[in-house]
C-alpha cells in the first residue's frame, strides 16, 4: 500500500491516545421530576461514561429536590464533559464536584448476611466488632451486618467476610457530603 | 389571557400567543381533539406534510430561515417515531422546534395500547428536553416553557407529549409570566476578564484567523453583523463551518471559503498554520478537525461558545468564554476599538501573502465539458442565475451538498439551510417547504441529489397543495455520489450498493405530481433550463444529469491532518491518483 493512501476504513479520526482515567464523585442536585433520573442515566450510558455508583434520593421535599450522588472515573478531559454535560439538562439544578473541592465525606452503608458454625461464627462476629458492624438480623446459622463507612473499609470488612461463609451483600453506593458549614 | 378552555385549545393558544403563525403535522388517532381545535380558529395554519419526517424537517427550514421557533404536531405511535429523525436533526444542527405528539390516555400508558410508544423515553436522547403532561394544571406553563427553552441558550427541539385525556380535560389557561426552572440560566454575557485577554492574544498574533460557526447565525443577524465588524476592524483572516455560511459575506476579499474535509486548500493550511485562532459559534466537530493530534498544532485557541460542554470537548483551547455570541462578539469590538494597540502589521501582511498564494492553487478548480454537465459547473451557474435576487437554498446530504457550500456563495445569515450535524439525506425537499412559507414571495431551491430526494419525495405534494413555488434542483449523477467516493478512496473501486438503480423518470414523475418537471442534460441548454425553472412559479423538480464520475474536492482524508489535502486538480480519477505527487500537499 502507498503511504499516502489512507490507512483508516474509516472517515472518522482516530481515537487519541489514552490519557490516565481519575475517578471523581459528582453531586447534582435536580428537580424531583419523573424521568430525572433516566435522563442523567442516559446521558451515561448514550455517551459512553462510566456510573461506579449512583444514589438518588429526595432530600428537601418542600423545593422537590433530589440529590444524585454519581461516582465516575475517565480522563480528566471526560470528566470535565461529564460535568458540563449534566448541568446542561434543564432539571439539573448544579453539580458539584466533590473530588475537586477536597473537602467531602463520602459514606456507603452495606448489609452483609454471613452463614456458618461455630468457629467461624464467632469470628465474623468479632471481626464486625472491630469494624463497628452491627448485627440487624441474627438466626442459629447467620447474621446480617450493617456497616457504614468509606468504600474500602467495607470492600475489606466484605473480604473478610468471604471465607467465614459470605452470602450476600446489599450496598447503598456512595453519598458524598461537603465538609463544614456552608451548603452546595 | 386567562379563561377555560379544553387541553387541546390551550396547545393552539399558546402558539398564537407565542407568535405561531405555521403548523407543520399530521392528524392520528391521539391527536385529534387538537385537529378540532384547529378547525376552530384561522390564527395557526396548519400545514399538512405526507410523513412525520417532512414536518420536522419543513419546521427546522421555517426555523433557520426565520429565526423563529419551528413548530410540529403529530400523533402518538409511528408518528412520534418518525419524527425522531427530524428531532436528532434539530438537536445536532441546534435549530429551535417545538414539537406535540399526542399520546394514548393517561390510564392507558404502558398497556402496549394500539399506536403507543414510550415517546418520552424514546426523544430522550434527541432534544433538548421533553415533558409528558400528565396534569391540565401544568400544560399551559409547559407550553410556554417549551418555546423559552428551545429558543434561549443553545436552541435545539423540545418534544410535548400529550396524554388524549389531557387533550379533551378542561383547565385555566394562562400565559405564564416566569419560569420556576432555576437550573434552566443560559449564560449569554461572556466574562469580561477572558474576553480581554483574547483581545490582548488578537493584539500579538501574527497569524490569526476568524475560524466561525452556526453558532453565529442562531445568535441572531446582530451577531453577524458584530463578526462583520470585528473581522474588518482586525483585517484577520475569516473562515466558516458548513453550518456557518452566510454570517460573514463571501464576497468579501477576507474570506477563505469554507474549511473542513472538503473546505478550501488556504482555509485549511491557514487552520493548520495560524498562531491565534478565534473560534467563535462552532463546536470543533470532527468534520473540520480532521486529525486531532496535528490538529493546528501552533496556535493559541480561543473559543466562544454559548454551550459549556462544547469547550474543551475535543481540542483543548487556551481561552474559553462561555457567552452568547452577539454578546461576546459586541465587547470583542468595543474592547478592540477602545484598546490604543494595534496589530503588527506587517506580519500580517505576510500572512495575507501566504495566503494568497495558497488562494493561488485554485483548490476548488475542476475540467470543464462541453459533452457533460460538471456538477460544479451546474451550481456555478444556478448561483449566476439567481445570485441578484431573493434566494434561499436548501441542501440534501452528499456531494451535491458539498459543491453547493463551494461554488454557491452567501452574503447574509439564514440564507442557507443544510443538515450539518447528523447530515440526513431526505432534509432539503421538506425544508424547503418550510422556507418557502416563511418566505412566499422569495426563490427557494432544495440542490439535490437523485438518492437524497428519493428519501422524503412524496413532501413534493405538499409544495403542491399550498401552491408553494420550490425549486428541487437535482444533480442527477446516478450513484449515491459520497458513497462511491468514499468506496473509490477506501474500498477498492468496489461500488457495493452505491448504484442509483430503476431511478424514476423525474419529469414524468413531476407531472404526475401536478409539479413541473425539466431535464437538462447538455451544458448549452443549462442556462436556458434554469432560466425556465426560475420564471416558473410553481413547484419544479429539475433533473440535471450530470457527470457520472465527478468526484468532490478538495479533501482532507480520513486520519489526516489539515495540511494533507487530496487536491483534485482537472479531472482526476482517483483510481491511484490520489497517490501521485502533487495530488496531496504535505
Known sequence: MNANVPSSTSHYPTAP???????????????????????????????????????????????????????????????????????RLVPVHRVVDMTLSGRSIERELAMVKVRGKGDNRVEALRLADAFRARVIDATTESFVFEITGKSDKIEQFVSLMLPLGLVEVSRTGIAAIARGPDGM | MTREMTGAEMVIQAMADQGVKHLFGYPGGAVLPIYDAIFAQTEVKHILVRHEQGAVHAAEGYARSTGKVGCVLVTSGPGATNAVTGLTDALCDSIPLVCITGQVPTHLIGNDAFQECDTVGITRPCTKHNYLVKRIEDLPRILHEAFHIASSGRPGPVVIDIPKDIQFAKGIYSKPKEFPHTGYKPKLKGDIEAIKAAIELMTHAKRPLFYTGGGVINSGKHASALLGELVKLTGFPITSTLMGLGAFPAADPQWMGMLGMHGTLEANMAMHDCDVMVCIGARFDDRITGRIDAFSP??????????????????????????????????????????????????????????????????????????????????????????DKDVYITTEVGQHQMWAAQFFHFQEPNRWMTSGGLGTMGYGLPASVGVQLAHPKSLVIDIAGEASVQMTMQELSTAVQYRLPIKIFILNNGYMGMVRQWQELLHGNRYSESYSEALPDFVKLAEAMHAVGIRCEKPGDLDHAIKEMIDIDRPVLFDCVVDQKENCFPMIPSGKAHNEMILGDSGVNLDGAITEEGKMLV
Open chain 1, 17 to 87: 491516545t489514552a490519557q490516565v482515567d481519575v475517578t471523581h464523585t459528582l453531586s447534582v442536585l435536580v428537580d424531583n421530576e419523573p424521568g430525572v433520573l433516566a435522563r442523567v442515566i442516559g446521558l451515561f450510558s448514550g455517551r459512553g461514561y462510566n456510573i461506579e455508583s449512583l444514589t438518588v434520593s429526595e432530600t428537601e421535599h418542600a423545593k422537590h429536590l433530589s440529590l444524585i450522588t454519581v461516582v465516575t472515573t475517565g480522563t480528566p478531559m471526560v470528566i470535565e464533559q461529564i460535568k458540563n454535560q449534566l448541568d
Open chain 2, 298 to 387: 501552533g496556535s493559541k485557541k480561543i473559543h466562544v461558545d454559548i454551550d459549556a460542554s462544547s469547550i474543551n470537548k475535543n481540542v483543548k483551547v487556551d481561552i474559553p468564554i462561555v457567552g452568547d455570541c452577539a454578546h461576546v462578539l459586541e465587547d470583542m469590538v468595543r474592547l478592540w476599538r477602545t484598546q490604543a494597540k494595534q496589530p503588527d502589521k506587517k506580519a500580517l501582511g505576510d500572512w495575507w501573502k501566504q495566503i494568497g498564494k495558497w488562494r493561488d492553487r485554485k483548490s476548488l478548480a475542476y475540467r470543464n465539458s462541453n459533452e457533460v454537465i460538471k456538477p460544479q459547473y451546474a451550481i456555478q451557474r444556478l448561483y449566476e442565475a439567481t445570485k
